[in-house]
């Protein structure tokens, strides 16, 4: 699976562990809609995300999971 990073502009603005499950907000600060993905090590990834210009999004994972950065899609 071809997880080429997102680009700079799509931005994490929040982290936080809701009990035992991880979780990230992510905002799309790029000039266009971008489609996106949250990538987790030890974790189930999101699925892909068409987050529009301005937007933001949160995800969370497993209990085990580890936040692993933000892939193209």
């Not at 979780?23 to 189930?44: E, F, L, M, T």
Request: net charge positive; hydrophobic share 35%; proline share 4%.
């Amino acid at each position: 699976m071809d997880n080429t990073p997102a680009p700079n502009c799509v931005k994490v603005i929040d982290r936080w562990r809701d009990g035992t499950s991880p979780h990230v907000a992510i905002r799309n600060d790029c000039r266009s809609s971008q489609r996106v993905k949250v990538i987790w090590a030890y974790g189930s990834d999101s699925e892909c995300i068409q987050l529009v210009r301005g937007r933001a999004v949160q995800h969370g994972s497993g209990a085990f999971a580890s936040f692993d950065g933000i892939a193209r899609c």
